[in-house]
């Protein structure tokens, strides 16, 4: 019981920790962020604090190994998946279905996602994210989901479009406060990813 109580406790920390950082990057920006802000913030001493975290870059790094850990658990390892659908049929229902999942937990964590993808922020977790898939998908130690010799453009342009073009997807749906349904997002983004800007413009049929 005792264990149980420890952990609950810890978990309960740890999220007042991240968002009080959330809170404070909207209201002054990262760089004006202290740890004395974030302790106070979160009521907890700095002794608590640093017995999870280094500094505040610690904890934002800590941020962004989480996201990315669900963007390789809920779509990075499906993507031999996706290929495969979409060379056997034209159906979107596996886009879809690993979309989702990825979007959802955006949907539950707006506010850390949304300081994190801060354009004018100094984080740059929209380059780290980029080389994150780069590697994953082409540099694995295990067989990597995409072959180099395949490709008809150089893959890091291939990675930066499709990384760029999703991510702006997501920080518009952020901005827009989460109007739409992680499943109509899934929709949007995979509509112009499949199908192309002109097909979703009306351009081409």
């Not at 004006?32 to 907890?44: E, F, G």
């Not at 002794?47 to 975290?53: A, I, K, L, V």
């Not at 964590?109 to 994190?116: D, Y």
């Not at 930066?160 to 901005?175: D, K, M």
Request: hydrophobic share 40%.
């Amino acid at each position: 019981m005792g264990d149980k109580s420890s952990d609950l406790r810890v978990i309960r920390t740890v999220e007042a920790i991240k968002n009080a950082l959330v809170e404070l990057i909207e209201e002054k920006g990262f760089d004006a962020v202290t740890v004395k802000d974030i302790t106070t913030r979160a009521k907890i001493n700095r002794g608590t604090f640093y017995s999870h975290y280094q500094d505040k870059y610690d904890l934002v790094a800590k941020c962004e190994e989480e996201v990315m850990d669900e963007m390789s658990d809920k779509i990075v390892k499906n993507v031999p998946s996706l290929i495969d659908d979409l060379e056997t049929n034209d159906s979107n229902t596996t886009p879809l279905s690993i979309l989702v999942p990825f979007l959802e937990y955006i949907n539950q964590n707006k506010g850390l996602m949304k300081a994190l993808l801060d354009p004018i922020s100094d984080l740059s977790f929209q380059t780290k994210l980029k080389d994150f898939m780069l590697k994953t998908l082409f540099e694995s130690n295990k067989t990597p989901p995409l072959i180099e010799k395949n490709l008809l453009v150089p893959p890091e342009y291939l990675v930066s479009y499709i990384g760029s073009a999703h991510l702006g997807v997501i920080q518009q749906w952020l901005n827009n406060d989460g109007e739409e349904s992680p499943q109509e997002i899934a929709e949007i983004i995979i509509t112009m990813s499949i199908n192309g800007p002109f097909f979703a413009a009306g351009l081409k049929r």
